[in-house]
């Protein structure tokens, strides 16, 4: 069996998917995607196409040593998001050659479902107790938000008891059993990190996300040290060889790979047994579309240290197209008592609705992420 073809589809919201065929008529799906740079991702998933068409698809180590190592330049957000998805399809392909879902594969599931959590409150949180409340009433028993919005490296107090009071506001809506992650979304610096945790420690988070920009990590060992709060990163980190430094360090509870820009399945796979030898959980980050879920499952499935699984349902970021449009099967992903069981279906587990994607791709999508200033002029992190 030999690669054939590689198409790409652009489809709104914000997603791209790959659908990758082979001469004996089994085709993969997998979502390269870097939110708000998709054509540069998909110029780069062409180029690696280039080199793998006419190989085995069933020689995934191979062919991601080959799209990794022999480009001499290796890494990044563009590069790795675009192998990452070129990989995902390959798994498609071999379960679906193999008639087992990718996990079965991977040494088998170690567990029948696994949690989930829904986003709340948008890219400037308001109103999180009652939506807090709705999420409970969807059947959520977690649910994550953003901390804060604009946030300068020294900053007003008041921007903390602004923080304070939305998720004293979830805690009380979802009670001391809700899970609250608050993720700081990098936007936060050292000097008001280390306020803000202390400060939101009585509510008990589920954990605090990126309290600090990737590339700050060595911040996060002071951070810790005023807080008792499990601290999770990792959706900015690429390979295994990006994450090795942070775990050695041990100054993080929850890693958060995401399998779309992390290097695909099985190197998230080979990240987590890194992880688990450091007594470290795993969290996988999918705010993502239907075939990056997919993809995530199979993982949690077969990872014993992954907690808790991002699903995008009805995010702030899903405007005219959801995480179910695409699926020709929604209840795959149904969510019962806040947990959703494994996929059952070979490859990925999900059936992609093809005609649906097609004519989306017709309509596609410009999605950029906003472009946020301080008071002072000064870019911020978003």
């Known amino acids: ?89 390959l798994w498609d392909i071999k379960g679906k050659f193999y008639n087992a879902p990718v996990y079965d594969l991977l040494g088998g599931a170690c567990r029948d479902r696994i949690r989930v959590y829904n986003w709340i409150g948008g890219d400037r949180p308001s109103d999180v107790g009652a939506e807090a409340k709705k999420q409970i009433a969807a059947g959520f028993t977690a649910v994550k938000m953003n901390a804060t919005e604009e946030m300068h490296y020294i900053d007003s ?38 306020i803000l945790a202390k400060e939101l420690e009585p509510f008990r988070p589920m954990f605090i996300e990126e309290p600090v920009l990737p590339e700050n990590n060595e911040a996060l060992k002071e951070i810790a040290r005023h807080t008792s709060c499990p601290i999770a990163t990792g959706e900015r980190m690429y390979t295994r060889w990006g994450f090795k430094e942070l775990l050695a360090q041990g100054i993080v509870d929850i890693i958060q790979p995401d399998l779309s820009h992390a290097g695909g399945i099985l190197e998230t796979r080979k990240i987590a047994a890194m992880a688990e030898a450091y007594d470290v959980a795993v969290a996988p980050h999918c705010p993502l579309g239907p075939i990056a879920l997919a993809a995530c499952l199979q993982l949690d499935a077969c990872t014993p240290n992954a907690i808790i699984q991002e699903q995008s349902l009805g995010i702030h970021y899903n405007q005219g197209n959801d995480l179910l449009d695409y699926v020709k099967d929604a209840s795959v992903f149904r ?22 994607v097609r004519a989306m791709a017709e309509i596609g999508h410009q999605w950029k992420n906003p472009v946020w200033r301080q008071a002072d002029g000064t870019i911020a992190e978003w």
């Open 157 to 194: 107090f008041s921007k903390v008891e602004q923080a304070v009071a939305r998720i004293a506001a979830a805690r009380e809506a979802g009670g001391p059993e809700l899970g609250i992650g608050i993720d700081f979304h990098g936007r936060v610096h050292k000097s008001m990190a280390k």
């Open 1 to 89: 069996m030999k690669i054939r073809s590689l198409e790409l589809f652009k489809v709104p919201p914000r997603w791209l998917f790959l659908k990758i065929e082979t001469d004996e008529g089994l085709a993969g799906w997998g979502e390269p995607i870097v939110e708000g740079k998709a054509d540069t991702v998909m110029a780069a998933v062409k180029e690696m196409g280039e080199t793998i068409v006419g190989k085995d698809p069933m020689r995934i180590e191979d062919l991601f040593q080959t799209l990794y190592r022999a480009g001499f330049y290796r890494g990044g957000p563009v590069l790795t998001s675009a192998l990452s998805g070129i990989e995902q399809a």
């Open 335 to 356: 969510y019962s008592d806040g947990y959703v069981d494994n996929l059952k279906l070979p490859g990925l587990g999900i059936e992609v609705n093809e005609e649906k």
